[in-house]
């Protein structure tokens, strides 16, 4: 899953560098962060910093 996310923030980054009016560029951003926000919470699931089960 990790290489996957880590591929489309690869692929949304190429995107803003081409995005070619605002508008366009705030969606590929806030899609970005979602991604990077995602590749955070699986490395650390993988890590063991966080489940991905609630604890009940």
């Known amino acids: ?15 803003l560098r081409n995005a070619e009016n605002s508008a366009e560029r705030r969606q590929i951003q806030a899609e ?4 990077q926000a995602e590749l955070i919470v699986a490395d650390a699931e993988l890590d063991g910093l ?6 009940f």
Not at 50 to 55: F, K, L
């Open 1 to 15: 899953m990790t290489y996957e996310l880590a591929i489309q923030i690869e692929e949304l980054r190429a995107e």
């Open 50 to 55: 966080a489940e991905s089960e609630p604890p």
């Open 32 to 35: 970005l962060e979602i991604a």
